[in-house]
């Protein structure tokens, strides 16, 4: 083969090569892209079965809780008592720190 017909059939291998290659990456990318979709969508459903709207707490509900403060109704607003009160209504609500949050 002579110098000109070797330089067209490389430069004819790299133009189709390079050709292919762009389609299999769009082929990848579209395929990444539909299972990242397919993904979120998954996430959204199995966040969404879990999530367990609660009633909110009663007047009396309230009061009992704040009842069982250390020092009763008037104790949970002294100092950090507060907090406590917070942790206990989470508590009845069966979440706090480590369940379906991470605030710490």
Aim: aromatic share 10%; net charge negative; no cysteine.
């Amino acid at each position: 083969m002579n110098k000109e017909d070797i330089n067209a059939l490389t430069a004819y291998w790299h133009r189709e090569t390079n050709y292919v290659n762009g389609k299999v990456e769009e082929a990848f990318k579209t395929a990444q892209d539909h299972a990242y979709a397919l993904g979120v969508a998954r996430g959204k459903e199995d966040a969404n079965a879990r999530y367990e709207p609660r009633p909110p707490l009663s007047d009396d509900r309230i009061v009992k809780i704040a009842e069982s403060m250390p020092d009763g109704m008037l104790g949970f607003a002294k100092g950090w008592g507060w907090i406590q009160f917070v942790r206990a209504v989470e508590a009845d609500h069966g979440i706090g720190v480590g369940e379906l949050n991470d605030y710490q």
